[in-house]
C-alpha cells in the first residue's frame, strides 16, 4: 500500500492569526489579501465585535474570498491559534528591547518556504494598538516591514498583503533540498517550548536564580536567546529533563 505523500507546500503550511481585530471591514480584507496569494488559513483571537465572521462590513471587504472568510475559525486565546504550529512570527511595527530575532517579510519567506516540517503562523494584532510584549515574547522571530521612515503606517491588510506576497514567491521557486549530513530531529511544537519554559522558570525559582516576585528581564532574555535556535522535540525534552531533576534534588 502506497503511503500518502505528505503535502509540504508553504500554501498549507502557512497561517494568518489576527489578534483582537477592531474593524470588521479590515477581517474582510485580510481573506481577500491571503487568498489572492493562494492562502486560506485564517484565525481570529478574540475579534472585538460580535458575528465577525457574517458581518455584512466583513463580507463585503472580503469581495469574492467569503470561502476564506467562511472557513476562519475564532478562538478564545493565542495559545488556541497556534495548535498544531511549530514556528510563529509577530508581525510588528514597532521593535521591541527583548524582541525575538528580527526578520525582513523576504527573509521569513525564505526561510519557511525552504523547510517542509515547519506549520508557522503570521500573528497580526490590534488596529491601533498592535501586539502585547507577552505574545511577541512567546514568537520565534519578530517581523518589522521595511517601509518610509517618515510615514511607516501599513493597515492590516495591507501587511498581509506583504507577508503573503513575499510567501507566494518564495514558495514559487525551488527551495534547496534539506541537507542529510548530520541528525535532523523534529521541530518542537510551540506549545512544548511554552511548556519548557514554565518548567525551566520553576527550577531557577527553585535554585533561588530567579526571584519570583522581582523577575526582572531574566525570561523575556532566556526566550529571545531560545528563539534564536529553532529547538526540537527532543532538546525540550533534555531541557526538562533538567529542570525536574534540579527540583527533585531541593528538599
Same mark, same amino acid.
Given at each position: 500500500? =502506497?503511503?500518502? *505523500?505528505? =503535502?509540504?507546500?508553504?500554501? +498549507?503550511?502557512?497561517?494568518?492569526?489576527?489578534?483582537?481585530?477592531?474593524?470588521?471591514?479590515?477581517?474582510?480584507?485580510? $481573506?481577500?489579501?491571503? +487568498?489572492?496569494?493562494?492562502?486560506?488559513?485564517?484565525?481570529?483571537? =478574540? @475579534?472585538?465585535? @460580535?458575528? $465577525?465572521?457574517?458581518? %455584512?462590513? $466583513?463580507?463585503?471587504?472580503?469581495?469574492?474570498?467569503?470561502?476564506?472568510?467562511?472557513?476562519?475559525?475564532?478562538?478564545?486565546?493565542?495559545? *488556541?491559534?497556534? !495548535?498544531?504550529?511549530?514556528?510563529?512570527?509577530?508581525?510588528? $511595527?514597532?521593535?521591541?528591547?527583548?524582541?525575538?530575532?528580527?526578520?525582513? %517579510?523576504?527573509?521569513?519567506?525564505?526561510?519557511?518556504?525552504?523547510?517542509? &516540517?515547519?506549520?508557522?503562523?503570521?500573528?497580526?494584532?490590534?488596529?491601533?494598538?498592535?501586539? /502585547?510584549?507577552?505574545?511577541?515574547? #512567546?514568537? =520565534?522571530?519578530?517581523?518589522?516591514?521595511?517601509?518610509? %521612515?517618515?510615514?511607516?503606517?501599513?493597515?492590516?491588510?495591507?501587511?498581509? #498583503?506583504?507577508?503573503?506576497? *513575499?510567501?507566494?514567491?518564495?514558495?514559487?521557486? &525551488?527551495? %534547496?533540498? /534539506?541537507?542529510?549530513?548530520?541528525?535532523?530531529?523534529?521541530?518542537?511544537?510551540?506549545?512544548?517550548?511554552?511548556?519548557?519554559?514554565?518548567?525551566?522558570? #520553576?527550577?531557577?525559582?527553585?535554585?533561588?536564580?530567579?526571584?519570583?516576585?522581582? /523577575?526582572?528581564?531574566?525570561?523575556?532574555?532566556?526566550?529571545?536567546?531560545?528563539?534564536?535556535? #529553532?529547538? !526540537?522535540?527532543? *532538546?525540550?525534552?533534555?531541557?526538562?529533563?533538567?529542570?525536574?531533576?534540579?527540583? +527533585?534534588?531541593? @528538599?
Amino acid at each position: 500500500m =502506497n503511503t500518502p *505523500e505528505i =503535502n509540504t507546500s508553504v500554501f +498549507k503550511r502557512l497561517r494568518f492569526v489576527l489578534v483582537e481585530t477592531s474593524r470588521a471591514g479590515n477581517i474582510g480584507a485580510v $481573506a481577500r489579501a491571503i +487568498k489572492t496569494m493562494g492562502f486560506s488559513d485564517l484565525v481570529l483571537v =478574540n @475579534p472585538r465585535f @460580535p458575528d $465577525a465572521l457574517q458581518d %455584512p462590513e $466583513a463580507v463585503a471587504f472580503a469581495s469574492g474570498a467569503q470561502d476564506v472568510l467562511q472557513g476562519a475559525r475564532i478562538v478564545g486565546s493565542i495559545g *488556541e491559534a497556534l !495548535e498544531g504550529c511549530n514556528f510563529a512570527a509577530a508581525v510588528s $511595527a514597532r521593535l521591541r528591547e527583548f524582541s525575538p530575532p528580527v526578520l525582513t %517579510p523576504r527573509a521569513f519567506a525564505g526561510h519557511v518556504a525552504g523547510q517542509g &516540517d515547519l506549520s508557522a503562523a503570521l500573528i497580526f494584532g490590534n488596529e491601533r494598538f498592535g501586539l /502585547p510584549n507577552q505574545i511577541v515574547e #512567546q514568537c =520565534n522571530v519578530l517581523i518589522n516591514i521595511p517601509a518610509n %521612515p517618515d510615514y511607516s503606517s501599513l493597515n492590516l491588510a495591507q501587511a498581509a #498583503q506583504v507577508l503573503a506576497y *513575499e510567501c507566494r514567491v518564495a514558495g514559487d521557486t &525551488d527551495a %534547496p533540498a /534539506p541537507s542529510a549530513i548530520g541528525f535532523h530531529g523534529d521541530s518542537a511544537s510551540l506549545d512544548q517550548v511554552e511548556g519548557m519554559y514554565a518548567h525551566l522558570e #520553576q527550577a531557577l525559582v527553585a535554585i533561588d536564580f530567579l526571584d519570583a516576585d522581582n /523577575p526582572k528581564k531574566l525570561m523575556p532574555r532566556l526566550k529571545r536567546l531560545f528563539a534564536r535556535t #529553532q529547538l !526540537e522535540t527532543e *532538546e525540550v525534552n533534555i531541557l526538562r529533563g533538567i529542570a525536574r531533576h534540579i527540583l +527533585k534534588a531541593r @528538599p
